[in-house]
Structures are given as structure tokens and as C-alpha cells.
């Protein structure tokens, strides 16, 4: 048996899980739901979830063991497999929390912007114009000179950034989203670059997943 991670064939708030996961290098199979999800669909990951409330993306090992919020996931995964990807020293455990949550701070807006969620376009016009470009100037305030955010050893937190980055921001905001902001644009390079990133971005598993789009965005 394999990992099994349940959501829906999107990105989504699954894509940094699925990342984690490979850089990990916890081999997994994603189990998607069509969306919006049945009350069928719902009550089987309330059975396995127990959630009432949320239970997707959820992310069951193969010795049964279930996870669920995922930012909650994220740092489970860091703490498992062969990635080294959570720290120990408290100051950078501070630092993985601090941009976790920076990042989850700019997802939510982002997603509180998708005209097709029911944001009207003047709120998606803003994200697109101002609100995203607030968020990354604050990263890339943090990330400073280092290669990586904890410096030069690549963490969960910059596969966490690179998700946002891309899924939040390069692949939904026409034109380029991170001209004024080369330290991040580096970033993206340099994760895409690791071994095991590289190889699943190039992967069928990886590929067979649409991209969100600018259409999110009403562009
Ligand atoms: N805070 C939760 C939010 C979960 C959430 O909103 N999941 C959405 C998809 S991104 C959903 O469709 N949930 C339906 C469900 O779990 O029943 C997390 O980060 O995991």
C-alpha cells in the first residue's frame, strides 16, 4: 500500500502537500473527488476524516494513519521521509510557523479574490494590481540574500512559498507577477531545481493535474 491523498484533480491547497510529500520522498497516489463534491463524497471523508467541519486535502499513510488541515499536513510530511525538511533549532522552527503562515495569509486572500468563487472583479483587479505584489514584498523581505529561507538548507518553508508563489500568483496573474522581485523569482528557480522537485514537476502525476488558471481571476 501506498499513501493515499484525497482531494480533488485541482492544485489547489493539495499542491504544497504534494510537493512536501515528493521532496519527502514518500511516494503517494492522489484520490480525487469530482468538485464541488456530493453528499456521498462528503460523508466517505467524514468517515475517514471524522472532521464535521473540513476534511480535504487529507492525506492517510499507509499504515492507516490519517492527517487532515493542510497546513497541519505539511509540516507532518516535513517531519517524515528522507527530505530533512523541518528543522530542529527553535529559532528556525519559528521561522517554518512565521512563513507558513505568511503564505496561508496570502492563499486565503487570494482565494477570497476568485471571481469564480463569487469575488466580484474589483476585488480580483486589486489582488492582481496591489494585493498579491503586498504579500510577496513581505517574503521576499524575509528570504533577504540567502539561497533559502532558512538559509542555505531548503526547507519546507520554501516549498511552502513556492506554491503560492506559482499556484497563487505566476499561474493566475497575467504578465509578470514577480518583475519586482528577483530574490523570489530566484527562489522559484532554485526549488524547481532540487532533485526530487524536478522530478515529480516533470512526472505524469504531476502533469495530469490542471494548473489554476487566470480565469480564477476573471482574466
Ligand atoms: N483549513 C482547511 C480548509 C479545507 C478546505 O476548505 N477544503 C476545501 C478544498 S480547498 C473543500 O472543498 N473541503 C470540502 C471538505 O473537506 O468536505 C485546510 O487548509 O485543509
Keep these: 500500500m501506498t499513501?493515499?491523498?484525497y482531494y480533488y484533480n485541482a492544485t489547489g491547497r493539495a499542491n504544497q502537500i504534494r510537493l512536501a510529500l515528493a521532496a519527502a520522498g514518500i511516494s503517494f497516489e492522489n484520490v480525487n473527488a469530482t468538485y464541488p463534491p456530493s453528499a456521498e463524497q462528503r460523508k466517505e471523508w467524514t468517515d475517514i476524516g471524522m472532521n464535521t467541519t473540513t476534511n480535504?486535502?487529507?492525506l492517510v499513510l499507509a499504515d492507516g494513519t490519517v492527517f487532515t488541515q493542510s497546513t497541519a499536513v505539511v509540516r507532518a510530511v516535513a517531519r517524515m521521509g528522507d527530505g530533512g525538511l523541518m528543522p530542529t533549532d527553535n529559532k528556525e522552527l519559528y521561522m517554518v510557523d512565521k512563513i507558513l503562515a505568511d503564505c496561508?495569509?496570502?492563499r486565503t486572500l487570494a482565494y477570497s479574490s476568485f471571481v469564480a468563487f463569487g469575488a466580484p472583479q474589483s476585488k480580483?483587479?486589486?489582488?492582481i494590481n496591489s494585493?498579491?505584489?503586498?504579500?510577496v514584498?513581505?517574503?521576499e523581505r524575509q528570504l533577504g540574500d540567502n539561497d533559502f529561507f532558512l538559509g542555505s538548507t531548503?526547507?519546507?518553508i520554501d516549498i511552502s512559498v513556492y506554491d503560492v508563489i506559482t499556484n497563487k500568483g505566476t499561474d493566475i496573474i497575467p504578465g509578470d507577477c514577480l518583475k519586482d522581485f528577483p530574490k523570489i523569482k530566484a527562489l522559484v528557480k532554485k526549488v524547481e531545481e532540487q532533485p526530487k522537485i524536478a522530478t515529480y514537476l516533470a512526472?505524469?502525476?504531476c502533469t495530469a493535474i490542471p494548473k489554476f488558471s487566470p480565469a480564477l481571476l476573471g482574466k
Design 56 to 58: 480535504v486535502p487529507m
Design 203 to 205: 512526472s505524469d502525476q
Design 154 to 156: 531548503f526547507s519546507i
Design 124 to 127: 480580483a483587479d486589486d489582488y
Design 137 to 139: 514584498g513581505n517574503l
Design 104 to 106: 496561508e495569509d496570502l
Design 3 to 5: 499513501a493515499k491523498l
Design 131 to 135: 494585493g498579491f505584489a503586498k504579500h
